[in-house]
């Protein structure tokens, strides 16, 4: 039985745009010899719809394109995610999850997803109504078991037992010869490994072949890397589709033989592409087609310029320079050099004038009171005013360039460098960014390496360090993945060894600066807890621990 995995970038609420999507991938699937075919949880609707979904319109046309792609379909099956009804005169919630297995210009078969993940960064149970049965299919002399998604996971690679029903055991015991899943499991560091361990335990506590169809591509904050899989029986890895790329493959799990399929990327690797990505779609699906940038000389500005001219060409990226009096030449010179590696515009608009202009305009309210960090910060909102007057007289989307380490403390400006439409790297830490910029350059020079190896600066002050504020990057980065990602408290981390003014410096300053960070704007997720989606702090709260 020749399967075809559709492994395709869906759209949200694009039912025409989805739709053609499924029937070319369909098409190429049937030229290489298809005789069923597969896409991704919910590839009609897009994942995740989130409130779309309450719009009275919503899955009425959902329904219609359903029904469209339906006539589209002769003998070979395809099967297709999709959002529909839950029986009005039932209890319950209004909607289902669910796969439709189209045939012979029908859909033949409705399944609907059974568990519904309510935690990180999904919140099902808000919108879909569970399955109450998990039936097998019957077709050419093969019982085939339907899985959507979180079907598979189980407690094994959850941090608890969440659910009391196991759907792949409900199908083994009902007798199945092969397990389908139709997923969009969104990347984090670790998590193709995770799913890799994962699908092949299923296939060998069920004792058949499991062909596991991912989602690729990048909606809001949610990045979804493909890696669709193959493994027979035994649980061994037969075919893995590419990481962060559309691509259709053919293969019969019941021939298959297992391949040296190695994840044959590194952390880094796989931290870039991610982003690559996540800027490609997040940018072009926002109706956009260029970028523009404030490149300070640092590691940060130069490492989104990067991901940004890989992601759109880089005649779609537009920097700014905007040296103050306390920038080093230097910097403006790392700059313009890394705008010539790359290709793109570079322009240099000093602030100095206007820097003094504000100061001697605030001077009457300010008189004789020290400089401190107001000054520091009229600077990064000066550059924010200058970067904003080129997005809107250009139409270009505005990136900000702030790592997570920043954003965490909050060494970082409201309404200044925080001030853009997306935060590529705000999910990466400090030490997660000189890393990927270190393989960027694995070949040759593409940020300057005097950017990669000079101490970090906000040059917002003479002589300024990001060091004379804050703990060796390091150390902070340690800190902040147990506190933020493994939400240890600080006397727990403590007893990791770290030094205890510094923790408690770090979990008060993470703390304080929620308010920041719920004004910030939307990042792209590659850790397993990033800041906005999928970790919902109260900005009023008084608890310590």
């Known amino acids: 039985m020749k399967i075809g995995i559709a492994q395709i970038n869906s759209v949200i609420g694009d039912f025409p745009g989805n739709a053609k999507r499924i029937l070319a991938a369909y098409r190429e699937c049937l030229e290489g010899g298809a005789e069923l075919v597969v896409t991704p949880e919910l590839s009609l609707v897009g994942y995740p719809p989130r409130d779309l979904v309450f719009k009275s319109q919503f899955v009425p046309k959902c329904l219609q394109a359903l029904d469209y792609l339906a006539g589209e379909i002769r003998e070979v099956p395809l099967l297709v995610g999709y959002v529909d009804h839950h029986h009005p005169a039932h209890p319950g919630k209004p909607f289902r999850n669910a796969a439709a297995w189209l045939e ?26 569970p399955g109450d049965s998990s039936e097998p299919i019957s077709w050419r002399g093969k019982r085939i078991g339907v899985t959507i998604c979180e079907d598979i996971w189980t407690e094994d690679y959850l941090q608890r037992p969440l659910y009391d029903r196991d759907p792949v055991e409900e199908l083994s015991a009902k007798g199945i010869d092969l397990l389908l899943n139709l997923s969009a499991s969104p990347f984090h560091l670790g998590k193709p490994l995770l799913r890799r361990a994962m699908i092949g335990g299923i296939a060998r506590k069920a004792k058949v072949p499991v062909v596991y169809c991912n989602a690729v591509g990048a909606n809001d904050q949610l990045v979804f890397d493909g890696h669709s899989l193959v493994t027979d029986g035994n649980g061994r890895i037969a075919e893995q589709l590419a990481g962060f790329a559309d691509e259709c493959e053919v293969i019969d799990p019941f021939l298959a033989v297992e391949r040296d399929v190695p994840l044959d990327s590194c952390d880094a690797e796989d931290l870039y592409k991610a982003l690559v990505l996540g800027v490609r779609d997040y940018v072009t699906k926002c109706g956009f087609s260029s970028v523009c940038l404030g490149l300070s000389g640092g590691i940060d500005s130069a490492l989104t310029a990067v991901i940004a001219a890989d992601a759109l060409g880089p005649e779609n990226v537009r920097g700014l320079t905007m040296p103050s009096p306390y920038s ?59 970067l904003m007057a080129l997005s809107n007289k250009e139409n270009h989307l505005l990136l900000t360039t702030g790592n997570k380490s920043e954003l965490a403390v909050g060494y970082c400006t409201i309404y200044g460098d925080m001030c853009g439409g997306l935060a590529v790297i705000s999910d990466l830490p400090k030490t997660r ?15 300057p390496w005097n950017t990669v190896e000079k101490p970090p600066s906000a040059e917002l002050r003479p002589d300024q360090k990001d060091q004379d504020t804050l703990p060796p990057y390091e150390i902070l980065d340690g800190i902040l993945e147990l506190y933020v990602e493994h939400q240890l408290s600080a006397d727990e981390i403590v007893s990791r060894g770290f030094d205890e003014t510094t923790v408690r410096w770090v979990q008060r300053r993470v703390d304080l600066n929620e308010w920041k960070r719920h004004q910030a704007a939307p990042g792209l997720r590659v850790t397993s807890k990033a800041f906005g989606i999928g970790r919902r702090m109260p900005i009023v709260q008084r608890f310590v621990g």
């Open 104 to 129: 012979n210009g029908k859909v033949q078969h409705r399944i609907w997803k059974t568990l519904l993940p309510t935690y990180d960064v999904f919140d099902e149970r808000r919108y879909f109504e």
């Open 328 to 386: 080093s030449r230097g910097s403006v010179d790392d700059s313009f050099a890394l705008a010539k590696n790359l290709g793109i515009r570079c322009d240099e608009v000093p602030i100095r004038h206007a820097f003094e202009a504000v100061k001697a305009t605030m001077e009457p309210i300010f008189e004789g009171k020290p400089e401190d960090v107001t000054e520091e910060n009229m600077q990064a909102r000066l550059r924010a005013i200058l």
């Open 433 to 447: 960014v000189y890393e990927v910029s270190r393989w960027i350059n694995r070949e040759r020079e593409i940020i």
